[in-house]
T-cell receptor
Framework: DTAVSQTPKYLVTQMGNDKSIKCEQN?????MYWYKQDSKKFLKIMFS???????INETVPNRFSPKSPDKAHLNLHINSLELGDSAVYFC????????????FGSGTRLTVV | KNEVEQSPQNLTAQEGEFITINCSYS?????LHWLQQHPGGGIVSLFM???GKKKHGRLIATINIQEKHSSLHITASHPRDSAVYIC???????????FGTGTSLTVIP
């Protein structure tokens, strides 16, 4: 019973397409995050939601839009995909915005061709 | 310059050795995390620290807030400890997260 689950695990798509990555946590956590890990394996936070409210919104292109229908879900929608969007995207959750009980999803490898 | 610096970048050790990975940061923080990323890509949170020291099995994490420095120690290292270890801090200003570039550890049998 996966605590933080992301779908899909792999995504290959053409430039210009719009795609979504879904994330769900069954831990009862209040806070969820999206991270991007580039080809050099450097992790960078993109967004964080606490109880469906956006609390961290790093400088990312506005082609990336997070959506949190409830506190157990945080989806990432990407418009007009570009080659540079190719990366592994990790979803994570924590008990609260302080970061307790940090749990990561297994990642979504996005390849834009 | 990155707000979080880790050293060493790469580390190779013999099984059984005591290992230390260091993390220095330049911002005021509310918490520091040590993460482990396995070769398969999965990330596990090892510790969250705001002061002092925590121990979990063979892993020990310490933090010195005044010196803005944290260490992750692995006692009696084992090949299954081979992974990338990442230090991350949550800053007090603006609720930012900053990540180190990771330390790649290989433990040889």
């Amino acid at each position: 019973d996966t605590a933080v689950s992301q779908t899909p695990k792999y995504l290959v798509t053409q430039m210009g397409n719009d795609k979504s990555i879904k994330c769900e946590q069954n831990l009862g956590h209040d806070t969820m995050y999206w991270y991007k890990q580039d080809s050099k394996k450097f992790l960078k936070i993109m967004f964080s939601y606490n109880n469906k409210e956006l609390i961290i919104n790093e400088t990312v292109p506005n082609r990336f839009s997070p959506k949190s229908p409830d506190k157990a879900h945080l989806n990432l929608h990407i418009n007009s995909l570009e080659l540079g969007d190719s990366a592994v995207y990790f979803c994570a959750s924590s008990q609260n915005s302080g970061g307790s009980g940090y749990t990561f999803g297994s990642g979504t490898r996005l390849t834009v061709v | 310059k990155n707000e979080v610096e880790q050293s060493p970048q790469n580390l190779t050790a013999q099984e059984g050795e005591f290992i230390t990975i260091n993390c220095s940061y330049s911002v005021g923080i509310s918490a520091l995390h040590w993460l482990q990323q396995h070769p398969g890509g999965g990330i596990v949170s090892l510790f969250m620290l705001s002061s002092g020291k925590k121990k979990h099995g063979r892993l020990i994490a310490t933090i010195n807030i005044q010196e803005k420095h944290s260490s992750l120690h692995i006692t009696a290292s084992h090949p299954r400890d081979s992974a990338v270890y990442i230090c991350a801090v949550r800053s007090t200003a603006g609720n930012q997260f900053y990540f180190g570039t990771g330390t790649s550890l290989t433990v040889i049998p």
